[in-house]
C-alpha cells in the first residue's frame, strides 16, 4: 500500500512550446526514472485541470503564456495545495514579476533557456523541500491522538 | 571563412551527440520548416505581436536544445519589434535568424 510518505511524487510542467515540454520531461526521466512520476501540458486550462483533479507535488511552469500568466497558474496550484512547489521559467522577467512570483509562494525561477544541470539541481532542490513538509505533516498528524481531535469539537 | 560560406554553414546542435535526446533534436529540426512559415507569415501578414510571441517561444526552446545561435538571432528579432524598429529592420533580423532555422541539423557534424 502506498503511504502518503511513499508515494512518489508528482511533477507537471507547463510551457506553451510543446517542445519545451518534451526536454524538461526528458531531462526529469532521465535523472529521476520512475522515482518521480512527471506529465506536460501546453494548455493552461488543461493546467489547472490537472491541477484540481490530481495532487501536484511540484509544478513548472513557463512565466509568460499567451492569454495566460504563469502566476495564474501558481495560484491554482497553492490554492488545491499549499504545499505545492512551484518553480518558474521564464524568457526574460521584470523585477516585479520576480517579486509577485516570490510573495505568492514561488519556490524559484530559471531562466530560459534552460540548461540540464542546473534544471535538475532546482527540481531535486523543491522535491527535498516538499518531502520534509510531508513528513512534518505526517508527524504533526500523528500527535493528533483522538483526545486531541475530542478537544477541537 | 567568407560570408557565403558561413550561410551555408549547417547549424549543428550541442546535444545532437546525446544519444538519450538525439531522437527530440531530430523532432525540433524537423519541426524547424513550420516555424520558418510561421513566422515569415506573422511578418508578411503585418502581425508584430505574433512575431514577437513566436521569436520569443524559439529563443528559449532553441537554447535549450543546444542551439544558441539561433536563440541569439531569435532574441535579436523579438528585441527589434519590441524596440519598434523599422520594417525593414525587423525584416533584416528575420531573414538572419530564418536562415539559421534554415541550416539547423541534428547529429553531429560528420
Known sequence: MQTPLSRKPKILIVDDEPAMVRLLLKFIERRFGDRAQAEGTIDPTDAKK?????????????????????????????????????????????????LDALELGATDYLVKPVVEESFLELIAEALKRHHRWRVALSETWRDVTPVSVAEWV | MSNVAQENRPVYSDLGGDPDLGELVEMFVDEMEDRIQSLRGAFDAGDLDKLRTLAHQLKGAAGSYGFGTITDAAFAVESSVRRQLSTPQIEHELESLLSLCRRARAGVPS
Open chain 1, 50 to 98: 490537472r491541477i484540481n483533479d490530481q495532487l501536484i507535488d511540484l509544478l513548472v511552469t513557463d512565466l509568460e503564456m499567451p492569454g495566460i500568466s504563469g502566476m495564474e497558474i501558481l495560484r491554482a496550484a497553492k490554492r488545491r495545495n499549499a504545499f505545492t512547489q512551484v518553480l518558474f521559467i521564464t524568457g526574460h522577467s521584470s523585477h516585479e514579476s520576480l
